[in-house]
């Protein structure tokens, strides 16, 4: 996997573009003797914004890529020909939907908010119980290994959680600290969620156990008009049959290279030139 950047400034700022085909070139020529012949690549994009200074305002909005290895049918609903379609992409399934947004920051988010505050009231935690996994959270913190970026943190920090602690929190943490604790209906249906997900993220039951991952999903969506009033929306297990596990096309290496992007500037002053006179190893780097 390769990340390469294209940088930029806020609208009417600074841009500058280090080019597709020379970032791509850069890893390429290194391990091009690797691949077969014909062998097709697929280039994942990502756009998003990330601050520099607490004290200002400016930002880096990069053009991220990833180099993996591997319609116009409603004419009611198309006003103009995209280019991409000249470079015949898959105008719907060609773009999955993300479950780092989706279901971390979306699904995993709102259920907390309804579990410790605006929920039906046969949801609700009580402050005692909140207390309570508050505390077997902390306890955990001494047994997270180093893989976790994050360790846990108690209830009272939900809404600076940050996506990978909500993504702990569904498939980790959640699962030991909610047993016993939840009301069984509601453990049941968390767990309908955390299952699922466990599933689509895993390279080998991705699809093996895709129907039954379907199965779950469509039975978390059913019960939660039921449990919270209203309808969630999950991660569609479609994408997985056509782009691989959910890993495959998520968001997180992209926001965690803008971490290692934004530590190339250093001072206020040309924050985007900086960037660019790094050494190019600092912000091309391969990844795997």
């Known amino acids: 996997m390769v990340h390469f950047p294209f940088l930029s400034k806020d609208a009417g700022g600074d841009f500058h573009y280090f080019g597709v085909l020379n970032s791509l070139m850069v890893v390429l020529e290194k391990v091009w003797c690797k691949f077969p012949d014909r062998h097709f690549l697929k280039l994942q994009i990502n756009f998003d914004g990330i601050p520099l200074f607490k004290s200002t305002s400016v930002q880096f909005w ?18 103009a020909t995209c280019p991409l379609i000249e470079r015949k992409t898959d105008m719907v399934g060609g773009f999955p939907r993300d479950y780092m947004h989706l279901v971390c920051l979306g699904v995993m988010q709102r259920i907390l908010v309804l579990w410790l505050s605006s929920g039906l009231l046969c949801v609700r935690l009580s402050s005692r119980l909140c207390h309570a996994i508050s505390d077997s959270l902390e306890g955990l913190r001494f047994y997270i ?23 702990q929190f569904l498939l980790y943490t959640g699962p030991v600290v909610l047993c016993n604790v939840l009301a069984s209906p509601v453990y049941s249906h968390f767990m309908l969620l955390s299952v699922a997900i466990h599933i689509l993220l895993s390279r080998k039951f991705c699809f093996v156990l895709n129907d039954f991952a379907h199965t779950c999903l469509v039975s978390f969506v059913e019960q939660c ?4 009033g209203q309808e969630f929306v999950c991660c569609n297990v479609h994408d997985v049959k056509q782009h691989g596990n959910l890993d495959e096309f998520s968001a997180f290496p992209f926001e965690n290279y803008l971490g290692s992007l934004k530590k190339l500037v250093r001072r206020p002053c040309n924050p985007l030139a900086q960037v660019i006179r790094r050494p ?3 912000h091309q780097q391969p990844q795997t």
């Open 145 to 167: 290994p180093s893989d976790f970026a994050r360790k846990p943190r108690p209830l009272a920090h939900r809404l600076r959680w940050k996506a990978t602690e909500l993504r």
């Open 62 to 79: 990069p053009i991220l890529g990833i180099l993996q290895d591997y319609k116009m049918l409603d004419e009611d609903r198309h006003v």
């Open 280 to 282: 190019s190893g600092e």
């Open 225 to 228: 008009g039921v449990l919270y």
